[in-house]
């Protein structure tokens, strides 16, 4: 069994910041890409940054430049730190991996959501 929980949501003011977490437990063997995606309501979920095993990382056009994604590859933690918020990142955001549960094994994990909200 594996689980993939996201913390550090909440409510701030447009220019503040946030840093969200996502822990991954279980049964891990080993973990690939991770990612965090957004999704606002009335709308689809969309990919908002990834990163590599290796640190390779990407961004949506969106966030380039105020949005930083990072992993600890020891801890099985995926951050993304969100600088300059805009009311208009408001959202459910939620994480998911690439996660090998034996050496052949692997399946798309996602956490549960945390909420988001950019207002004054």
């Known amino acids: 069994q594996v689980q993939l929980v996201e913390s550090g949501g909440g409510l701030v003011q447009p220019g503040g910041s946030l840093r969200l977490s996502c822990a991954a437990s279980?049964?891990?063997?080993?973990?690939?890409?991770m990612n965090w995606y957004r999704q606002a309501p009335g709308k689809q979920r969309e990919l908002v940054a990834t990163?590599?095993?290796?640190?390779?990382?990407n961004y949506a056009d969106a966030v380039k430049g105020r949005f930083t994604i990072s992993r600890d590859n020891a801890k099985n933690t995926v951050y993304l730190q969100m600088n300059s918020l805009k009311s208009e990142d408001t959202a459910v955001y939620y994480c998911?991996?690439?996660?090998?549960?034996?050496?052949?094994?692997?399946?798309?994990?996602w956490g549960q959501g945390t909420q988001v909200t950019v207002s004054s």
């Open positions: 279980g049964s891990i063997f080993r973990i690939t890409g």
């Open positions: 990163i590599t095993v290796t640190g390779g990382t």
């Open positions: 998911n991996a690439g996660i090998y549960t034996t050496p052949l094994e692997i399946n798309t994990y």
